[in-house]
């Protein structure tokens, strides 16, 4: 690894929120970047709001900053970030550039965007050769406008919400001004390339997995059918819209009375009141378990134990939707069968029939799935095999991260 990326101020990695236990696959990336040799210094917009931390977080050795998140909390932060960016050969640039955005999306967020932008300015290192941001919505703005200001390049990685609910103008004007961008889905790469005057420098990185964090799967699970003692259904995610768990409740009531199961959900969100109303009135709660935001180590130890993995993703009213989920590779990592939808990048991982089973987001459809998927144990264990077998072959972290890595280190040299 050349001297400028073992020099932490030579590239800032920008983030939407550290630590957030729903993006493991950031800390996997960042962690493993660091491995490879690379060192750098990141700037979250926004400060930690979940209660717990995976090990990953602390794993992790770079410098975090947090830039303001609401620019009225900070004034004299900000006024020494705009008081130094004027004077920067490229503050105009920017400026030019910020003005032309604001004309279309003429919100107190996009503001807000170009006074975090001013103080990563200022206070990003003077070594500073590269800006990377996750996410191609707000870090990527911000990211963006810091880069110019300091006359060195940037680049991205996309990944779901900020690829389908961004409008094409900005993704267009992203992509023609990045080195270079990743996203994690073909479909997202297809989307993205589509938009870019070259798309060579758009790379398909998936996520993948790091099985050097996981444990080797359970033994095989007792062939419970419902029949006697419940099959335990397990499900990993935010309590949104695109999550699809209203979906899943109704399927759930479909199910035969004598059917004997529990479900068993991991995660927060902002439906979680109302979805566990719906729960009582639909006269579930008493086979409802609703644990909230865990740690991965706890993650792992429900997937470890339950017998069937349910995410019924789906795509939101706003255009939201999942891109490829890393859960469903955790799921898999411990060989527990896996029920999901045909949405958006999930078939890219989970073929129906033979890593999983797929079917269309509606509570009919999934509630049929999970009926079959009770009563045959046989079949979930098949499943469960061949969804390892692919992750292990095909979805593993390396190369993506060796081909990320090569990008950076080239762009900061």
């Given at each position: 690894m050349n001297e400028a990326a073992r020099s932490a101020g030579s590239l800032a990695i920008v983030l939407k929120g550290w630590p957030r236990l729903s993006e493991t696959f950031i800390a996997q990336e960042l962690v493993a970047l660091e491995s490879r040799g690379l060192c750098f210094e990141v700037w979250s917009m926004r400060h930690p709001t979940d209660k717990k931390r995976h090990a990953l977080h602390d794993a992790l050795r770079a410098k975090v900053r947090y830039l303001p998140e609401y620019l009225y909390e900070e004034p004299l932060r900000v006024l020494?970030?705009?008081l130094h960016a004027m004077r920067l050969p490229g503050f105009g640039k920017a400026l030019g550039l910020w003005l032309k955005h604001l004309m279309r999306d003429?919100?107190?967020?996009?503001?807000?965007r170009f006074g975090q932008a001013m103080v990563l300015a200022r206070e990003a290192s003077g070594d500073l050769r590269f800006v990377y941001a996750h996410?191609?919505?707000?870090?990527?703005?911000?990211?963006?406008?810091?880069?110019?200001?300091?006359?060195?390049?940037?680049?991205?990685?996309?990944?779901a919400k900020d690829i389908w609910k961004s409008p094409?103008?900005?993704?267009?004007?992203?992509?023609?001004?990045?080195?270079?961008?990743?996203?994690?889905?073909?479909l997202g790469a297809q989307h993205l390339r589509s938009l870019s005057s070259?798309?060579?420098?758009?790379?398909?990185?998936?996520?993948?997995?790091?099985?050097?964090?996981?444990?080797?799967?359970?033994?095989?699970?007792?062939?419970?059918?419902g029949s006697a003692e419940p099959v335990t259904l397990l499900s990993v995610g935010r309590l949104v819209e695109k999550k699809g768990y209203d979906l899943l409740l109704d399927a759930l009531a479909r199910l035969p009375e004598n059917l004997n199961w529990r479900f068993v959900h991991i995660g927060g969100g902002e439906l979680s009141e109302q979805l566990q109303a719906k729960a009582v009135k639909l006269g579930l709660a008493d086979r409802l378990e609703w644990r909230g935001a865990c740690n991965q180590a706890e993650v792992i130890e429900a997937l470890r134990s339950a017998d069937v993995f349910v995410l019924p993703s789906r795509i939101a009213g706003d255009g939201d939707r999942d891109g490829l989920p890393n859960v469903l590779m955790e799921a898999a990592s411990q060989e527990l069968p896996i029920l999901s939808t045909k949405v958006s990048s999930i078939p890219e991982f989970i073929e129906?029939?033979?890593?999983?089973?797929?079917?269309?987001?509606?509570?009919?459809?999934?509630?049929?799935?999970?009926?079959?998927?009770?009563?045959?144990?046989?079949?979930?264990?098949?499943y469960a095999k061949a969804a390892r077998e692919r992750l292990v072959s095909e979805f593993g972290m390396d190369a993506g991260i060796d081909r990320l890595a090569g990008r950076l280190v080239a762009a900061i040299a």
């Open positions: 020494r970030g705009a003429p919100t107190p967020n996009r503001g807000r996410f191609l919505h707000t870090p990527s703005s911000v990211a963006l406008y810091a880069s110019l200001m300091r006359g060195v390049d940037w680049g991205f990685s996309a990944h094409d103008w900005e993704k267009r004007d992203k992509l023609a001004r990045a080195t270079f961008g990743a996203t994690c889905t073909a070259h798309p060579q420098d758009l790379d398909l990185v998936y996520h993948g997995l790091d099985l050097s964090r996981f444990p080797a799967p359970p033994p095989p699970r007792p062939a419970r059918d129906n029939g033979r890593q999983g089973v797929l079917v269309e987001p509606a509570s009919t459809d999934i509630a049929d799935a999970l009926l079959a998927m009770i009563r045959d144990p046989a079949s979930r264990s098949g």
